[in-house]
């Protein structure tokens, strides 16, 4: 992957004032372990004043873990934590933040029936000799920061609804208010549009110049190179090493992350292309999509990319059913879909595995069995009613066909691995035995070794006929897999590429522009 | 983002021995227990008289327990049930006196009251989206309301006498009341309904996660729909048995019921959250409360303990699980507090 | 070189009068503050003695108790909590000043007023101590211990009544004395109203409680003290509650066994209808208090118009289920005009 590519990034902005030395915030050796689960082996950083340090991992590597060190959620179990020099123990998230550590999350959390200025100042409201809160006071204040960091937000504005790029500028000025040295941002451009991060980078730069330390974590590559001026490496729990982002390239970088050659993730067998399967027509969803047509075959894997926020996911939701569209139609094997019903689809032979895991491909506080069926629950009903021995054997088929790994199938889904739980999530889509597998960001928040197996298994259901359409924002993944790649940008299908012509350039190209090239 | 497993492992056995321990399985335990005392201590439990009486006044409770059990599973409530009960009296009372109908009609239109209260509740509840604590806390007080509207303060009493015979009539010589078959079949077709239907399946899913229930094609609102009405038809049955039992048609028959059924329903095992339950709990937890309060009644205990103890059964209920995984996270902790001790002093190193 | 299309901007802010009284009018006060004025006129118009002296006294005195138990209840759901033990704990208090009145006839009435506070403020603080702890809905545990209470208040006393009668004078007084033509309970209330207000608009630990209820994971993460708070307004709920048990007692010929029995719904209604949302974190104790007010002047209303009284709990009823569907309505018509706002220009 280039990282020359220019996608509404600006390059690499040296800071004006050198990295003074002076270390922000330094973590050696830290380690955390949940129960079996050994989350963090060694999570090492040295970040200093005035500098932004970028923090890359597979997901799976400890990052997560390392940041919740940080924010005060989780005391380490070994290892030196000091800021700003000084020997510090975290034991709640307050004391993080009276240390001068700020963390914004990739989901911001706003109180949503606060106002923008109370958000901010909550807990420390100004006040008036009275000792009443001041109000004018507070909204000249958040005006001012507001100013500070060029971004007019009303600050009497109830929280709701906000963007979340709003919600995170938010965030960052509640950090500025509280005199944070460290600005932790975790993955904070993931549901960003190009403009948006701009305005963020132009934020962190000015908040460097002002002698903050900033961390930030990303998988974007681009975003890394672009914004920071070094980068630490973790792998499998481990701090692996730290570069001057001048002196280092993507592919050793990755190489670093993954431990192995990139070629050797993606294996997608040839397979026999038959007929249509699946055929969508100038689908419309006012203000989200606009005008999308495709049609994917049997044995074949189409591919979604674009950046986030580009309307993919929101398009495979509009086919499948959980969302609406305006105009449009969607035809399965000829026969027209009924929209907005997602047990249509089902019915149809469309099966479904979503974005989020969590929330929305499983139940997690239901057992592993009674998930991997719940597609099923008419399915195995005779006379209208259900035996648990059967649903059991079921689950047992399809854990074992897909090597899932747990104690026992009574074991609530949670307790797996992200990669396993992702397993029982394609285990209960399989098991109707669809005819077209629609899969969004597939091997997200998965370890390496599962994400293989998982590459393999769809290049196997694509070899038996199956259509599949992959959302991805993972380039590697989509030049890898896919026979065909659909690019979508701000709603709209901006290019379409054969595999041949498939280079990570004209994907990211037609991902950042609008409507040029190859449609 | 990086994936961890749950630090807390959550282990279900499997099969028979689940069953024989999990929380319902507790309350049937609990409720032979008092049973069983109950025989031994105090005079008089034992009989058939015992039967009939227990069983009369827990019909109510029983039956409306069963679909108030599938909405709280699902992860909603309805506090109006009392209300479409008292409705239904209402209505029954001043179709039988005014209209000249005949009682069977009289009953099947009262009836029809709870499929409409159910429908209301349903349709504030799923189509407008409407929290369902404010909506039935609304329509408890619009349809008791309305209950006053249409009977005033008066009461009906002139039923014809064969059904409140009827009514209160036993199986032979065993105590048991004859309507208790009903009752049965209704509990059984919950049952079913619950464990072994795609529905209840479904159901449980969606208590737990609306969003993952919506992805496998549930209909969220259609299911909580039906619910309501479910609710709403056997709450007005009750209405029309309760006005049959008394002899009186009146619009505060079954006042402060939901609460009792809400009580009831917790104490066996549903979770206020929503997703987890059985039905056979909830039998157990009516039955447990209304076989303590007859006994401790027969026992010459003061009324007013009774209801102390019903609300103290219920506060424990739901407190004791907490408790229970409160001493459970502390063990835990200092078996890995001890871990960790033992490996820094055995030297291991950092950084 | 970025060529996505600009999102509109947020808009840029104004502050100044128009913008404040704009505010103003779109708080969650004015459609009950509407009803109810709607509702004294309409009344007033079909009968001109409702708004006699007698009548507004009448009003007034009715209106105190709820007003009072309302202020508290907002506290409570504003945190996203509920609390159903109110009406027995304001029976336990109405009792136990009949109670202390008939064993100790000279106490100084300041010092009643007092200890029923405190007695509604240990019960309170029962109910806040189980809910922190148990982490358990307040639906639950309250319901729990609205029995519990309920049942020890029955206990205790038995068939016994306390007449007002048999209460000092100038206790009695109280509910009947005006200052100012307002009777000097209701003083009490409008007092309490306001200082209650504004504790929860401008001091610090009131608008924790906000945040709580809008989002308690974030208010946790935040530093705040989740606990302690949700606690200190179950034991401030239950003082208040406590005060309208003391007032209950002058106002009210008899206290006994089933005092208060049945008002919990009533004072949620109230303030469900004042704007204060149940799943907590908006609305405001002045909004409560008016519908506390609204609430009580139906019964008043209902007579003076000669409208069957058994219509009052069906409106009471239809009022509640007008307050929510407004609410929603409101919030899903803003949220449309966000989304159309911020939505891309496809």
Known sequence: MANEVQHGIEPHQPSGTPASGTPALSLTGASKTFGPVVALADGTIDLRAGEIHALVGENGAGKSTLVKILAGVHAPDGGEFEVGGAPVSFKTPADSKAAGVSVIYQEPTLFPDLTVAENIFIGRQPRNRAGLINRGEMRRMARELFATLGVPIDPDRIAEGLSIADQQIIEIAKAISLDAKVLVMDEPTAALSGVEVDRLFGVARGLREKGAGILFISHRFEEVFALCDRITVMRDGRYIGVHNTSEVTVPQIVKEMVGRELGALFPKVDAAIGETVLSVEGLTRLGTFRDISFEVRAGEIVALAGLVGAGRTEVVRAVFGIDRYDSGSVTLHGKALAPHNPQAAITAGIGFVPEDRRKQGLVMDLSVAKNATLTLRKALARFGLISGSRERRTAEDWSSRLQVKTGSQDYAVSTLSGGNQQKVVLAKWLATEPTLLIVDEPTRGIDVGTKSEVHRLLSDLAGRGIAIIMVSSELPEVLGMADRILVMHEGRITAELPRAEATAERVMSAATSSLEGAL | MSETLSPNIVKARSGLAKRLTGSDAIIIYILVAVIIVSMISVRFFASTLTVGFLSIQVIPILLIAMPMALVIISGEIDLSVASIAGLTSAVMGVLWRDSGWDIGIVILVSV???????????????????????????????????????????????????????????????????????????????????????????????????????????????????????TGVVSSIVGVFLTLRLASAGPDNGTGMELSVIAAVLLGGVSIFGGKGSIPGVVGGVLLIGVLTYSLRLAKVPETALIIVTGSLLVLSVVAPSIVSWARERLRLARVHRVVQQTSSSGSPHA | MSIDTARPPVHTDHGGPIHAVRGFFRSREIPVAGALIALVIITTLINPRFLSPQSVKDLMLNATIVIILAVGQALVIITENVDLSIGSILGLVAFGTGTLFNAWPGVPIPLVFLGGMLFGAVLGAINGFLVTAAKVPALVITLGTMYIFRGILTSWAGSKQYFSGDNPKAFGNLSVDVFLGIPIITIVAIVVVIAVGIFMHSVRAGRDLYAIGSDRDAARLFGIAVGPRVLAAFVASGALTGLAGVLYTSRYNSVGALTGSGLELDVVAAVVVGGVAISGGTGTVFGAAIGAVLLSTITSSLTATRVDKFWQQAFVGMLILAAIIVDRAVSVRNARKLRVSESRDV
């Open chain 2, 112 to 230: 029809l009251v709870g499929v409409v209260c159910g429908v209301v509740n349903g349709f504030l509840i799923t189509t407008l989206g409407l929290p369902s604590l404010a909506v039935t806390i609304g329509t408890l007080a619009l349809y008791r309301g309305l209950a006053l509207v249409v009977i005033g303060d008066q009461k009906v009493a002139n039923f014809p006498k064969e059904l409140n015979t009827f009514v209160l009539s036993k199986i032979g010589t065993t105590g048991i009341p004859v309507v208790m078959i009903f009752v049965v079949i209704i509990i059984a077709f919950f049952a079913v309904l619950l464990h072994f239907t795609p529905f209840g399946r479904g159901l449980y899913a969606l208590g737990f996660s609306k969003e993952a229930a919506t992805f496998v094609g549930i209909r969220v609102g259609r299911a909580k729909f039906w619910l309501f009405v479910g």
